[in-house]
């Protein structure tokens, strides 16, 4: 049975059941769950290579100057995960016991096992910001006097859009003004941009234009771009250094990764002005939800493909309705006790988007309807 990227892969009955169960299955977990089209997959089978270590991959060549490019930087390396960038990113700015400022829900914080002080030696100081969005007043007392009581402050990192902040577009005056502020006082910039393209379809305000306010801007390819693995750390021509170096330190020096850059690329040229459809299928998803009782969407706007939603605690857990949601067919994630996310991609068509929202509605009043 082809599956729905037209391949044919020669699948046995148990197989084929489990594909049934992911066609219906509508899965919003992430938009890291997208698989590569055939197109993509014929870009990467068919891409020259050479070993990127030893010297360079054309084909992870072509993706650095491309993304380079598209970000007005001089220089870009590619590496197998966002994780990864990010953590280069802060070990090129800082030392061992330096700190970085950042909020207090931003993905290098809570989702990388605090890489940055077991990689780095490093601390970060959290400010927790309005809709997670920080304002420089919230900054200007952060910086340590050069003392020998105090680490030294070396480095601001936001991320756009905001993963935890419910794919939040942070703004962009609000964007300049800090990193003008980190630089007057000597601090450099990084953007966690896993979703910046997100933030750049959405607000129609180009890539470059958000990068330049930055140092070092990260970018993931294999989020709702819907490649299936990589991440750039983008920045200047004098970092390339020791980007190489952290990178090669960390386990990222790849080989004939020019096969994975393919896809990179293929998703860079044909697969950004798509994410537009993303984000309605978002506020399909979204306005389902505003209309049930008890159901607050946090935040209230959905500015992208991320949907984030409170539940009141009498109602149920968020564990309980991500199971009950299971069961009928929507597969999202508990965000918290309260919390629910769901997250729209590639493979979601508006159809699955509009029976994701009224299965949402149906499993609600289930619980509602609960005495
Ligand atoms: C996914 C993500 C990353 C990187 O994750 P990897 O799985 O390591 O590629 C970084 N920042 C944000 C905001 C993310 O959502």
């Not at 964007?175 to 953007?191: E, P, R, S, Y």
């Not at 978002?282 to 493909?305: C, K, M, W, Y």
């Not at 009141?312 to 999202?332: N, T």
């Not at 991609?345 to 005495?371: D, R, Y």
Request: with cysteine.
């Amino acid at each position: 049975m082809p599956n729905s990227n037209g391949n044919d892969p020669g699948l046995t009955e148990a197989e084929i059941d489990q594909e049934e169960t992911d066609t219906i299955m509508i899965d919003l977990r992430s938009d890291t769950v997208t698989e590569p089209s055939a197109a993509m997959r014929q870009a990467m089978a068919a891409a020259p290579v050479g070993d990127d270590v030893i010297d360079v991959d054309p084909t992870v060549e072509k993706l650095q100057c491309a993304i380079a490019e598209r970000l007005g930087k001089p220089a870009a390396m590619f590496m197998p995960s966002g994780t990864m960038t990010n953590q280069v990113a802060v070990r090129l700015h800082c030392r061992p016991g330096d700190e970085f400022i950042c909020e207090s829900g931003c993905h290098i914080y809570n989702y990388e096992q605090g890489g940055f002080a077991q990689l780095s030696g490093l601390v970060a100081k959290t400010v927790t910001g309005s809709g997670s969005v920080m304002k420089t007043d919230q900054l200007e007392d952060l910086i340590h006097p050069d003392n020998e009581h105090a680490v030294h402050t070396r480095l601001v990192c936001l991320e756009n859009t905001h993963n935890r902040g419910g794919g939040v577009i942070l703004p962009y005056q609000g964007v300049a003004d800090i990193c003008q502020w980190a630089h007057q006082n000597g601090l450099k910039t990084h953007l966690d941009g896993a979703r910046l393209f997100n933030a750049v379809v959405a607000s129609g305000i180009e890539a470059d234009q958000w990068a330049q306010h930055f140092d070092t801007v990260s970018i993931c390819f294999s989020k709702g771009l819907g490649a299936p693995v990589g991440s750039a750390l983008v920045g200047e021509q004098e970092m390339i250094y020791d980007m190489r170096r952290h990178r090669k330190l960390f386990g990222g020096g790849m080989r004939q990764s020019g096969i994975l850059a393919a896809g990179a690329l293929y998703a860079m040229e044909n697969q950004v002005d798509r994410l537009a459809e993303d984000h309605e299928t978002a506020r399909i998803i979204a306005a389902a939800v505003s209309g049930i009782d008890g159901f607050h969407l946090e935040p209230e706007q959905v500015d992208t493909n991320i949907v984030i939603f409170r539940i009141d605690r009498e109602i149920c857990s968020a564990q309980e309705m991500c199971d009950a949601l299971h069961q009928a067919g929507v597969w999202v994630l508990p965000f918290s006790r309260e919390h629910v996310r769901a997250v729209t991609h590639l493979h979601i068509t508006p159809e699955q988007a509009e029976s994701a929202g009224q299965l949402i509605q149906q499993v609600a009043q289930e619980f509602l309807g609960q005495p």
